[in-house]
């Protein structure tokens, strides 16, 4: 089913174009991660998602239809900075996004202690440290149990046990059947808790689909020699290995998936090369992300 | 911040009957005058209404400092996205801020109300029903008063976002900038700018010493077409400001 429709969403400022022209969709029960260096879009987008800034062209719809009251009150959307009342606790401040949202109080006691905020949930939010602030926002987004999570940048500011507890939390939200847009400039974060991924470059999707296919289904084999010259050689004039890249001592050969190391291992003991080191290599998403940043470029 | 415009308001009302006294006697020492020049006591019914909503009418910029940062303050802490993506609306937000307005408004008045009931209970002899209420449309009006000055005050917050500049061209605006039109054209639609037909809904009360200074603007009554310029106004501010939160980015 589909959750979100996007169709050809554009932002500018003057003549920078901040976001252009994006068409996506979600669908229901993904966890989908929009990966881009700092200012490719990424916040732009989710505002414009939210109804927090107006796109400057282009239409989005929720659950199929056009953007409304009703439908934002299915999102928990929780935007860049936490935003609060300095001068107010975090149980006060909770109580107002529950009023908004027509949410019961008692709920506001189960989310503090799910964001491990409960010991201090009558401080007042300016005495919260980042991590603490950006707990209380996770907070504010989940409360209600929306259909649909916006979180941008859930983890930033996070001790490494705060930023394992929200991806714990967006694993767990993910098994209940709940659709998750998650913004993240970390690469390693969207490869641990995301199903599909958006990868933005300057305002432009540059790549939108599985986290696990291998964006260019490519396997590479480390190889060393210590006669790299007669190895460099042999490989130039194989049929299956001639695709290959030398980085240092360090040879780095394309292969067909249809091809193993051992078959590779078996082609260089008949020419006589004695190699020191091979080893398979899956290309980690790290860098195919470099590469697709890298070929748009 | 509130308590500290109610603390100045209450004390300038209990202050003036004794700087009206004092001001009469340097007069008539001085020999200006023979008689007493200014009303020897506000604080009688039905005119302590009168009296007290006046001099209340110099106490608002308070109030429009509250609110200048009531508004401002949700620029300040990002607040307003926070609540618009919570789930409010555009309009709630206006709103929520059109019954802030709303209420400091009646608080104020209530305020005018207590005190005169005390003050004038203290001052007047006897108790006559009809002289404690005749008066009180003032209160309406004090009412209507402060709140078109304050959907005014919000309108430049939601347009300016910032507390401190809000605050100077309101003041700017309203002790300078639309006096000289307000002075140089009284006679045609000088008396029909924004804070002039405010202020006339509650003029000088008609007394000696202000037709000694020739004000030209004092009257005992409340006009409609003043009741109806403020409302006017007051309509155009929260339109005004709707439509600037409805066409921003948040």
């Known amino acids: 089913m589909e959750v979100l429709r996007v169709n050809g969403l554009t932002k500018t400022y003057g003549s920078l174009i901040a976001v252009n022209n994006l068409t996506f969709s979600l669908k229901r029960g993904e966890v989908y991660g929009i990966l881009g260096p700092n200012g490719s879009g990424k916040t732009t987008t989710l505002a414009m998602l939210s109804e927090a800034i107006h796109p400057s062209s282009g239409e989005f719809l929720w659950f199929g239809k056009d953007s409304g009251l009703n439908q934002r009150s299915k999102l928990g959307i929780m935007l860049e900075k936490p935003n609060f009342y300095d001068y107010l606790s975090a149980k006060d401040n909770l109580k107002i996004i529950a009023d908004i949202r027509g949410v019961d109080y008692s709920e506001i006691d189960i989310v503090l202690k799910r964001i491990g905020l409960f010991e201090r949930c009558n401080s007042r939010f300016k005495t919260f440290s980042l991590g603490m602030k950006q707990r209380l926002a996770i907070g504010a987004a989940v409360l209600g149990d929306p259909q649909v999570l916006i979180l941008d940048e859930p983890t930033n500011g996070l001790d490494p046990e705060g930023i394992a507890e929200v991806r714990e939390l967006i694993r767990k939200m993910a098994g209940e059947e709940k659709t998750i847009l998650l913004a993240s400039h970390l690469l390693d974060e969207v490869q641990k808790v995301c199903t599909q991924m958006i990868v933005l470059k300057k305002g432009n999707i540059i790549y939108d689909g599985s986290v696990n296919a291998n964006a260019k289904n490519e396997i590479i084999i480390e190889l060393m020699a210590e006669d790299i010259a007669a190895l460099t050689e042999v490989l130039k004039q194989s049929v299956d290995f001639a695709n290959f890249e030398r980085k240092k001592e360090m040879i780095f050969v394309k292969i067909a998936p249809n091809i193993t190391t051992s078959i590779l291992n078996a082609y260089m003991q008949q020419h006589d090369i004695l190699l020191s080191h091979l080893a398979y290599k899956k290309q980690s998403l790290e860098e195919d992300i470099f590469e697709i940043l890298n070929e748009i470029r | ?250």
Request: net charge positive; with cysteine.
């Open chain 2, 1 to 250: 911040m509130l308590s500290i415009y109610f603390i100045a308001l209450i004390l300038a009302l209990l202050g003036l009957q004794s700087i009206i006294l004092k001001t009469n006697r340097n007069l008539q020492e001085t020999g200006i005058a023979s008689i007493p020049l200014l009303p020897t006591n506000i604080y009688l019914f039905p005119h302590i209404w009168h009296n007290i909503s006046f001099v209340a009418r110099f106490f608002k910029i308070f109030l429009a400092v509250v609110m200048i940062i009531l508004v401002t303050n949700e620029y300040t802490y990002n607040t307003l996205r926070q609540s618009l993506i919570t789930g409010l609306s555009r309009g709630q937000i206006v709103l929520s801020k059109i019954f802030d307005a709303l209420i400091l408004s009646l608080a104020s008045a209530i305020l005018l109300l207590v005190f005169g009931l005390v003050m004038g209970s203290v001052y007047s002899s006897g108790f006559d029903l009809w002289d404690v209420v005749r008066k009180m449309n003032f209160l309406a009006a004090h009412f209507l008063m402060v709140f078109g000055f304050l959907s005014l005050a919000m309108m430049i917050a939601f347009i300016v976002k910032k507390a401190s500049l809000s605050i100077m061209i309101l003041l700017v605006y309203a002790y300078i900038l639309e006096l000289i039109p307000a002075f140089k054209y009284s006679d045609s639609f000088g008396d029909f700018l924004p804070l002039r037909s405010i202020n006339l809904l509650i003029q000088a009360p008609n007394t000696t010493i202000f037709d000694f200074l020739h004000l030209s603007s004092q009257s005992n009554h409340i006009s409609s077409i003043h009741i109806i310029v403020a409302l006017v106004y007051t309509t155009l501010f929260c339109l005004v400001s709707y439509f600037v939160v409805r066409k921003r980015d948040l």
